[in-house]
């Protein structure tokens, strides 16, 4: 035999011995590697599909098993246990001793435990990451809207940039609508009121806005005219209800006529470069911003595929679409587009298109409200499942999982809420650069970052209540025990701190205008009115966070003092009447003090730069207060599902399932927004601050001035 086919034989009979010691060994040793078994695998994949309601019965039908042997009598028990000792000798002998494979080997280091996180634990953990993830992606997600309402303000309206007027117009009347018609359905009643007010704004301003692209209707009092009838037209058409009523007829008018009236205001806009200048170095801010939240949001996905695996494999059963196809697809799109509409924005202005590049944001936008809405489904799913509990993976899609109750709620409530972020987040830009600052000319610039961002801030601010008021009623009309447990047991404090951090936030922004009109003419004769105004919001403020009884209970329990209750001559500030008038006060004289700011800015010469140095350090503590105020109320929306995953459909069985108390709560909440604060100095610093420092320092020749976009 030749030598190449003795060594090709001797290889072959090689490879077969190998084959045969492999085979023999994961035969034999793979009962050894418990977490590498078939079972074990496909558990650790598959959720935990059992109901809390089937737990309950099986711990019933344990506990009537435990009460019949009870009953048994003497005889029976004697011949019981004899029964007992030989059915587990047979079962000994039966069974093969398997106790060595846990005492030697790799097996004795394994721990079948879940993984703790050192220092924090689970619960910490998971809170932080969360916490922190969903701060930046509220700035990323609030600031775009800001954005792109003041690049629109400071292009020329060039034929491109009128196109891309008419869809930042529609983008800008669903906004408008919404919130409308969320305030009208909440005060009127209106049924429906949110559709009758998105339609109708949304449909006037692409109605106007088409016509002022032709220079057909450019009076804004013509428009507004055209807007209210062609709105209302198409609401009512829109509108699935059988039978309109006169407040809803008004309500879709009233939305018609401001969206045609924005729609020529800012078709026609005069040109300021301020308010590019301001779009561009916020969106550099927003370009640092996304790197954190996507850093943030694997931190959180990481920590909770270790620390809650069994409840993220339940999530992912439940949500096999929008966690497969939908999430990854709008978080890819979303990426694309932001950083393209980071780096185009030079080049599509020198080579005058800035049309293109106000369509961009505008796609930015409504592909972050997008991923927003579709994240809140799992949210509110964890809240308040669709019943149900034993339809919900029979009968029930996707969809009825992600459409519940307070799904729309906490998307209008997210909205408006960032919105109020992004605004108050410009005006800590504005402070931090204002401060920093040496010249007279950047000083002036930042002096009006500031009044813009607090114009925004307040804008969105003061519609906030109401967007809250209609969750918290979709959540008492859910199950009314979770609403008792947010308002009058457990989490009860943690509201009295929600309504103190409220109440701080409107005085804080009617100090700072009472402080910016200092410094414009003729402004001084609404300051009567503004001191009246004060003395409410104070009594307003303190309605609202006094609470009927100051132990965080239902009833009292063992070392609580029952005596820390109001009096009854004064119990009726903690009645629900007290707080909605409160709170209706709160933003009553908010209104009219913005009001008189907004005349006194239009009718008085201001000073810019010239603002009490008070004014700045306003601004950052507004921004501080909004941060702090978003993470406690995610944490009182998160802890009021108590001690479920999800309510009453998956337990939580971990030893962190308790509420934590009012104290460790504030600690760690303190801690994440001290976190998310400083890393938001430092991005400021590097994305705004440092580039212009280092100009300075290098003394390079000044560049020209950017060219607007033809």
């Not at 059988?242 to 879709?252: K, N």
């Not at 999430?327 to 950083?339: K, R, S």
């Not at 119990?571 to 009553?588: D, E, G, H, I, Y």
């Amino acid at each position: 035999m030749p030598p190449s086919n003795v060594s090709e034989q001797k290889s072959f009979s090689f490879k077969l011995i190998l084959l045969a010691l492999l085979v023999y060994g994961l035969a034999h040793l793979s009962p050894a590697l418990p977490w590498a078994s078939p079972s074990s695998f496909l558990n650790g994949l598959g959720p935990q599909t059992a109901l809390a309601q089937e737990d309950e019965e099986d711990e019933e039908d344990e506990e009537d098993e435990e009460d019949e042997e009870d009953g048994e009598g003497e005889a029976d028990e004697a011949e019981g246990e004899e029964g007992e000792e030989s059915a587990e000798g047979e079962a000994a002998a039966e069974e093969e001793d398997t106790s060595y494979l846990t005492d030697i080997g790799p097996a004795k280091e394994i721990i079948n435990e879940g993984y703790i996180f050192p220092g924090l634990g689970n619960r910490k953990a998971t809170w932080g990451a969360a916490q922190l993830h969903i701060l930046f992606a509220s700035f990323i997600l609030g600031c775009p809207m800001f954005v792109v309402i003041m690049e629109v303000m400071g292009a020329r309206r060039t034929q491109g940039v009128r196109k891309a007027v008419i869809l930042a117009n529609v983008f800008m009347g669903v906004l408008t609508g919404v919130i409308i018609g969320i305030i009208g359905e909440i005060i009127v009643d209106i049924h429906h009121g949110v559709l009758y007010g998105l339609w109708a704004c949304a449909f006037a301003a692409l109605i106007v806005s088409f016509l002022n692209y032709f220079h057909i209707c450019m009076n804004t009092k013509v428009s507004s005219i055209v807007g209210a009838v062609v709105g209302t037209f198409f609401a009512y058409i829109l509108v699935p209800i059988d039978h309109t009523t006169v407040p809803a007829i008004i309500l879709a008018l009233l939305n018609g006529a401001v969206g045609g009236f924005l729609s020529t205001a800012i078709m026609f806009a005069q040109a300021d470069y301020k308010f590019e200048r301001l779009a561009h170095e916020i969106t550099k801010v927003i370009g640092f911003c996304y790197s954190f939240t996507a850093l943030t949001g694997g931190l959180f996905l990481f920590i909770m595929m270790v620390a809650y695996k069994d409840f993220i494999s339940y999530l992912v059963t439940a949500y096999p679409i929008l966690f497969m196809i939908g999430y990854p697809t709008l978080f890819i799109l979303e990426t694309i587009v932001l950083y393209i509409y980071v780096y185009s924005w030079e080049p599509l202005n020198k080579t005058n298109k800035k049309g293109r590049h106000i369509v961009l944001g505008v796609v930015l936008n409504i592909l972050g409200l997008s991923l927003l809405c579709a994240l809140d489904g799992p949210a509110t799913f964890m809240q308040t499942p669709p019943k149900p509990y034993d339809a919900l993976f029979t009968t029930m899609t996707e969809w009825d999982r992600i459409a519940t109750m307070t799904w729309m709620p906490l998307n209008y409530h997210r909205l408006v809420g960032n919105g109020t972020f992004g605004g108050f987040m410009v005006g800590v830009i504005s402070a931090y650069m204002y401060l920093w600052s040496k010249d007279p000319k950047e000083k002036e610039y930042y002096d009006w970052v500031g009044y813009m961002g607090n114009f925004i801030g307040v804008l969105f601010m003061i519609p906030l209540p109401a967007m809250g008021y209609i969750f918290v009623r979709e959540i008492y009309q859910y199950d009314a025990t979770i609403g008792m447990y947010i308002m009058s047991d457990r989490e009860s404090m943690f509201m009295l701190v929600q309504g103190l951090l409220i109440g701080t936030m409107f005085t804080a922004s009617n100090i700072y205008m009472w402080v910016s009109m200092k410094r414009i003419e003729n402004a001084h004769r609404f300051f009567p009115a503004m001191k009246l105004g004060f003395i409410l919001i104070v009594i307003a403020a303190t309605i609202w966070f006094t609470p009927r009884r100051f132990f965080a209970t239902m009833l009292p329990e063992p070392g609580m003092n029952p005596d820390m209750v109001l009096p009854d001559n004064l119990a009726f500030l903690a009645l629900m009447v007290s707080k909605n008038t409160a709170a209706f006060a709160l933003v009553t004289v908010t209104l009219i003090n913005y009001i008189f700011y907004t005349i006194s800015t239009r009718t008085g010469k201001i000073a810019w730069g010239k603002i009490n140095p008070l004014g700045p350090y306003i601004l950052i503590f507004m921004g501080f207060t909004d941060i702090w105020l978003m993470s406690w109320m995610g944490t009182i929306r998160e802890l009021s599902r108590m001690n479920w995953h999800i309510y009453k459909v998956f337990k939580d069985v971990t030893p962190e399932k308790f509420a934590p108390s009012l104290a460790e709560s504030g600690v760690f909440v303190t801690g994440v927004v001290w976190t998310f604060f400083i890393v938001m100095t430092l991005i400021i610093w590097l994305g705004i601050k440092y580039p212009k420092t280092k100009k300075d320092k290098t003394e390079e020749a000044p560049a020209a001035a950017p060219q607007m976009a033809e």
